[in-house]
């Protein structure tokens, strides 16, 4: 059975770091593209960062560029999001996803981590 499952959400407050963990199962994330998206409420699910980790390939969304880093550990089959200097409009819910291909949207999701970045 495919499943990923998000750990690390929580609240912080603007300026501060959380980081989120995304463990695969069912498949071998060397396989796949990665990504991590993320909800507001009442917004669409939008793109944040993936990664091809066989070929050590990232892509960021403009609005976390220099402050959010993408890796994976393929030993372990986990993803990593590492959020720095966050802002209040990256509280969301964030997604992980894997996809067949690099530019594609995912195909399987994981249920979700909140994060709320608050004063």
């Known amino acids: 059975q495919v499943q990923l499952a998000e750990y690390g959400g929580g609240s912080v407050q603007p300026g501060g770091s959380l980081k989120l963990s995304c463990v695969a199962s069912?498949?071998?994330?060397?396989?796949?593209?990665m990504n991590w998206f993320r909800q507001a409420p009442g917004e669409e699910r939008e793109f944040v960062a993936r990664?091809?980790?066989?070929?050590?390939?990232?892509d960021y969304a403009n609005s976390v560029k220099g402050r959010f880093t993408i890796s994976g550990d393929n030993a372990e089959n986990t993803v990593y999001l590492e959020m720095n200097n966050l802002k209040a409009e990256d509280t969301a819910v964030y997604y992980c996803?894997?996809?067949?291909?690099?530019?594609?949207?995912?195909?399987?999701w994981g249920s979700g981590a909140p994060v709320i970045v608050s004063s």
């Open positions: 996803g894997a996809a067949a291909s690099y530019s594609s949207r995912p195909t399987y």
């Open positions: 069912g498949f071998s994330i060397s396989g796949y593209t």
């Open positions: 990664i091809f980790t066989t070929g050590s390939v990232t």
